[in-house]
């Protein structure tokens, strides 16, 4: 009985200062309740439409909660199909407004890459958290720009490289932390599609039209995990089947990556023929994935016969959950800003590289 008495007045003691501090301190007493965060895309075109908002009614962590368009019919559909509020819908003049909605945390940029920068630095003076698709951006000095504004408003800035969020790409990415096959010695990425269009915005310049910004990044991309590395020199070649469609960009694009470590990457990127491996060749075997970039059905094999087959329901979603999990523990995401703008700083030495028909070094 003595023993049930002191248990008791413990027991009512502790919850009693459990109590007057949670009233004092109740943020490091009992943590918030975690909610989803809410997301609006900018820019409703193929992306955002078939891939991005389906892919809003998977996640866990995020929500559709806003858009914002140029185009009033799109803005009804969208309202009408994912029950989108009126206030909760901008158009480009009014974006700023966004500043003031509490129901959006987070503003998703699916534009042409000419207006990236324009848009993530309007989102992060909004004081909201920006996921931007890739390519980053048109330049470094964009880049530098985009992550310049998020820094000063204490937001997070996410770049849309989603197959760094592929669990047999994050596989991968371990092998060579673990050397598992040894120091890397070749890499070959090649991403492409043949594309029929003859008037679209991936084929004006002034749009950051082109096969390298919008596949290109990826084999680029792959390079940089795959290795570990920041290449150091590249040597580039542009061309075209269809010159009277890539008047002002290009259709196709080989360049040669060279590594610190040694490694050579040999990529290729091109809108006029199909193109989706990444195959790695190290000292003790390797590895390869086919598709390596595609929305679903990621796949491949090692050397010594281990297939990378790992599925998950939709990568946009896993993607996305990520980075809200990031914001909502206030941990790094996992492709920052940063990651971004390596890939654009080699963007610019490739088509030096072609201006200069040769190798170009790449500045750090």
Same mark, same amino acid.
């Given at each position: 009985?003595?023993?049930?008495?002191?248990?008791?007045?413990?027991?009512?003691?502790?919850?009693?200062? %459990?109590?007057?501090?949670?009233?004092?301190?109740?943020?490091? +007493?009992?943590?918030?309740?975690?909610?989803? %965060?809410?997301?609006? %895309?900018?820019?409703?075109?193929?992306?955002?439409?078939?891939?991005?908002?389906?892919?809003?009614?998977?996640?866990?962590?995020?929500?559709?909660?806003? @858009?914002?368009?140029?185009?009033?019919?799109?803005?009804?559909?969208?309202?009408?199909?994912?029950?989108?509020?009126?206030?909760?819908?901008?158009?480009?003049?009014?974006?700023?407004? @966004?500043?003031?909605? =509490?129901? +959006?945390?987070?503003?998703?940029?699916?534009?042409? =890459?000419?207006?990236?920068?324009?848009?993530?630095?309007?989102?992060?003076?909004?004081?909201?958290?920006?996921?931007?698709?890739?390519?980053?951006?048109? $330049?470094?000095?964009?880049?530098?720009?985009?992550?310049?504004?998020?820094?000063?408003? &204490?937001?997070?800035?996410?770049?849309?490289?989603?197959?760094?969020?592929?669990?047999?790409?994050?596989?991968?990415?371990?092998?060579?932390?673990?050397?598992?096959?040894?120091? @890397?010695?070749?890499?070959?990425?090649?991403?492409?599609?043949?594309?029929?269009?003859?008037?679209?915005?991936?084929?004006?310049?002034?749009?950051?039209?082109?096969?390298?910004?919008?596949?290109?990044?990826?084999?680029?991309?792959?390079?940089?995990?795959? !290795?570990?590395?920041?290449?150091?020199?590249? !040597?580039?070649?542009?061309? !075209?089947?269809?010159?009277?469609?890539?008047?002002?960009?290009? /259709?196709?694009?080989?360049?040669?990556?060279?590594?610190?470590?040694?490694?050579?990457?040999?990529?290729? $990127?091109?809108?006029?023929?199909?193109?989706?491996?990444?195959?790695?060749?190290?000292?003790?075997?390797?590895? &390869?994935?086919?598709?390596?970039?595609?929305?679903? #059905?990621?796949? #491949?094999?090692?050397?010594? #016969?281990?297939?990378?087959?790992?599925?998950?329901?939709?990568?946009?979603?896993?993607?996305?959950?990520?980075?809200?999990?990031?914001?909502?523990?206030? &941990?790094?995401?996992?492709? =920052?800003? /940063?990651?971004?703008?390596?890939?654009?700083?080699?963007?610019?030495?490739?088509?030096?590289?072609?201006?200069?028909? #040769?190798?170009?070094?790449?500045?750090?």
């Amino acid at each position: 009985m003595k023993t049930r008495r002191i248990f008791i007045k413990n027991t009512l003691g502790s919850m009693a200062a %459990l109590a007057i501090a949670s009233y004092e301190f109740p943020s490091v +007493i009992i943590p918030k309740q975690k909610k989803k %965060l809410g997301v609006a %895309l900018v820019g409703l075109g193929y992306y955002s439409t078939d891939l991005l908002a389906p892919a809003l009614q998977l996640t866990e962590h995020c929500s559709l909660t806003g @858009i914002v368009t140029g185009s009033p019919d799109k803005a009804k559909r969208w309202q009408q199909q994912y029950n989108i509020p009126e206030k909760n819908v901008y158009d480009y003049k009014g974006f700023e407004a @966004i500043a003031n909605n =509490p129901a +959006i945390d987070v503003i998703y940029i699916v534009l042409p =890459p000419s207006m990236h920068a324009e848009y993530v630095i309007k989102a992060a003076n909004a004081g909201k958290h920006v996921w931007c698709e890739k390519p980053m951006a048109l $330049t470094v000095a964009e880049c530098n720009a985009m992550i310049n504004a998020c820094n000063k408003n &204490k937001v997070k800035l996410s770049i849309g490289y989603r197959m760094q969020h592929e669990p047999n790409t994050q596989r991968i990415i371990q092998f060579r932390k673990d050397k598992t096959y040894g120091d @890397i010695i070749k890499v070959s990425a090649a991403a492409g599609y043949f594309d029929g269009r003859t008037d679209h915005w991936k084929q004006k310049k002034a749009m950051g039209g082109g096969s390298m910004y919008d596949m290109g990044v990826y084999s680029l991309n792959a390079s940089r995990y795959v !290795t570990g590395e920041e290449p150091v020199a590249v !040597t580039a070649n542009q061309s !075209t089947n269809r010159p009277a469609i890539y008047t002002e960009v290009d /259709e196709t694009m080989q360049f040669t990556l060279e590594f610190p470590g040694g490694a050579v990457a040999n990529c290729e $990127t091109s809108f006029g023929k199909n193109m989706n491996t990444l195959d790695v060749v190290c000292k003790k075997g390797g590895y &390869k994935l086919e598709p390596f970039q595609s929305y679903n #059905g990621i796949k #491949g094999i090692t050397s010594d #016969g281990i297939k990378l087959n790992a599925e998950i329901a939709n990568e946009q979603s896993k993607q996305m959950d990520d980075d809200a999990m990031a914001i909502i523990n206030n &941990k790094p995401v996992l492709v =920052p800003g /940063e990651e971004g703008l390596k890939d654009i700083r080699v963007v610019e030495a490739i088509y030096r590289s072609v201006k200069e028909k #040769g190798k170009v070094l790449i500045s750090r």
